[in-house]
């Protein structure tokens, strides 16, 4: 894969993260600051683009080794391409992964891996957002509500109606205003790399072996991409005026009050970046798969300097790292693997610049 302009369900590559929010414990819908929002969301942000549940989430995954038991439409082949993008989780000694065939059509996943977790994706937004979501010691059922929220979805939870905004992983309206979920690492890359890195891992099947929120007959074609390169949905500068459009990928990092977006095209053109957000040095690359990836560029209390070794490795410090994971694979810090650099992995820009509005982006593309 040569890079992503023109692929509207964009293989990415979300490296995994760490994060230190507490387990979810409710706040009595009490009024409070998250990441410079305030609490609950006033009802006129919000905008009522569906119904609730018109997009159906899934509450009873089904998965297999493959989709090759499945049975499509004329002409067609049952197998899932390797390059088709997928959101893979490892967790609890097992891995799975989650296609955007589904994804786009179901936004919402609730699964139990290592414990109960939600997968989502917003298609406006180009997120995926893994969390856990057990609230004050029971597992509750997200679907979607039908609202957006700056663009981007908003989940609901079946326990107490709440609103969710996905990006934030924190409730926005309703009894459990301000609650925030703990995160879970993924991994948002292709099918083929996917099984490369888990050669054991699972792959979500399409409804009907899914059962949905409301167990409506499945009528979608998940052989067939929801979204190709005839439909103007693409990502990417634009050609003539490198202009960072809404659909542009990016990846983005905020440190210390500063807020940055690295361009799929920009990165790739750079082949490795290093540079600083606030006082946080990172380096930002392209995976094997067409992905970004960023990490925090300090290692042992030593800051280093990356070049490219080749299409799937960086070299510094007498070590080559892997693109994909920030593993060391040889030389003195063989074993160690970099910190990812944001909590969140690639996304379009439109999500980003909406959550971060000061952001700048490097390579001093304009923004329209």
Avoid at 164 to 172: D, E, M, P
Wanted: charged fraction near 20%; charge should be negative.
């Amino acid at each position: 894969m040569t890079g992503l302009a023109g692929c509207a369900t964009a293989t990415v590559n979300r490296a995994p993260t760490t994060t230190g929010r507490p387990t979810a414990e409710t706040t009595d819908g009490a009024n409070r600051t998250v990441d410079g929002v305030d609490l609950p969301v006033s009802g006129s942000e919000l905008y009522a683009a569906l119904a609730k549940d018109s997009i159906p989430a899934i509450v009873d995954p089904a998965f297999a080794s493959d989709w090759g038991g499945l049975e499509p439409p004329d002409g067609q082949s049952a197998a899932l391409p390797d390059d088709s993008p997928v959101i893979g989780v490892a967790r609890g000694g097992r891995a799975r992964a989650y296609p955007l065939r589904i994804l786009d059509w179901h936004e919402v996943v609730n699964d139990r891996l290592g414990g109960p977790i939600f997968v989502s994706y917003c298609v406006l937004c180009g997120s995926a957002v893994v969390a856990e979501r057990t609230i004050d010691g029971t597992a509750a059922v997200f679907g979607v509500s039908g609202y957006l929220w700056r663009d981007d979805l908003v989940l609901y939870d079946r326990l107490t109606d709440s609103l969710w905004s996905q990006l934030l992983a924190t409730a926005i309206q309703g009894p459990l205003t301000g609650t925030q979920l703990r995160l879970v690492p993924s991994t948002f890359t292709t099918w083929g790399e996917w099984r490369s890195i888990q050669p054991e891992t699972q792959v979500l099947l399409p409804p009907p072996a899914s059962n949905t929120v409301d167990g409506r007959e499945a009528t979608y074609d998940y052989f067939t991409p929801k979204y190709s390169f005839d439909d103007g949905q693409l990502i990417g500068y634009d050609r003539e005026g490198e202009e960072v459009t809404s659909r542009t990928l990016v990846i983005g990092i905020e440190a210390d009050g500063v807020a940055r977006a690295y361009p799929f095209q920009a990165v790739e053109m750079a082949g490795v970046v290093n540079d600083r957000v606030g006082g946080l040095p990172v380096v930002v690359t392209v995976t094997p798969g067409g992905s970004l990836a960023a990490y925090d560029r300090q290692v042992d209390g030593r800051v280093l300097t990356f070049t490219v070794e080749d299409a799937a490795h960086l070299r510094a410090g007498r070590s080559v790292w892997e693109r994909s994971t920030g593993l060391a694979v040889d030389g003195p810090f063989a074993g160690q693997r970099l910190e990812p650099a944001s909590e969140f992995g690639p996304m379009f820009w439109r999500g980003w610049s909406n959550f971060n509005p000061g952001s700048t982006v490097y390579g001093g593309g304009s923004t329209g």
